[in-house]
């Protein structure tokens, strides 16, 4: 199978699914971190070379609903950093998100799966297939993620701890992205798939 990995650089969703023996490569504007298939540029210039099935991580800057007042027209009651878009043009910036992921929904690939957390995606696109969490993968960690899917079946748990999330979070146990203190590659480290998630892909698609 030809699997193409859409906006991502850290290489694992690719390997998991060379591993399983598919040609696979990942694409994103940055360059990768693991050897391996990838083309850096514009994943618009690649959707129409074949592929059987594509997996993307659109980014998440204007989509998710963290720092959702940045979207209203003010005053804004936190401190504004640098270079971070408000009001107007943060409204802009995600329907051009939005916009992108639908690029990627309608490109010629029969087999679609289009990852993203909780956000903009529900009401200004549609609700998710489903909503996976890391823990039910074998990870100890809460991260809710969403997945639209076309002409595939829903992700199945290969390793639910007990638990769950309400315990987790009560606990502050696990190892969770959501957790992870300001640095200047925290959005980098929030945005990677976690390994039995995407080992679960790989096996459970890979087969589709």
Not at 35 to 43: I, M
Not at 80 to 90: E, I, M, P, Q, Y
Not at 154 to 176: K, Y
Not at 189 to 201: E, F, G, K, Q
Request: hydrophobic share 40%.
């Amino acid at each position: 199978m030809r699997v193409l990995i859409a906006c991502e650089f850290s290489g694992t969703v690719r390997d998991a699914f060379t591993a399983a023996g598919h040609y696979a490569a990942s694409c994103d504007l940055l360059p990768t971190e693991t050897p391996g298939l990838h083309y850096q540029g514009d994943v618009r210039h690649v959707l129409n070379e074949g592929w059987d099935l594509m997996i993307a991580h659109p980014p998440c800057t204007y989509l998710t609903n963290a720092a959702a007042w940045a979207f209203g027209d003010g005053p804004y009651h936190q401190k504004v950093k640098a270079g971070t878009l408000v009001g107007a043009a943060r409204r802009a910036a995600r329907d051009e998100a939005v916009a992108f992921v639908s690029t990627l929904w309608d490109a010629p690939i029969a087999r679609v799966a289009i990852e993203n957390p909780v956000g903009a995606l529900s009401t200004a696109w549609r609700k998710p297939d489903q909503t996976v969490q890391p823990w039910q993968f074998g990870h100890d960690a809460s991260k809710a993620t969403c997945l639209w899917l076309r002409g595939l079946p829903p992700l199945a748990p290969t390793d639910v701890l007990p638990g769950g999330t309400a315990a987790r979070r009560a606990n502050q146990t696990g190892s969770g992205q959501n957790k992870l203190p300001p640095t200047a590659d925290r959005w980098k480290i929030r945005s990677l798939t976690y390994p039995r998630i995407a080992a679960a892909m790989a096996a459970q698609w890979g087969n589709q």
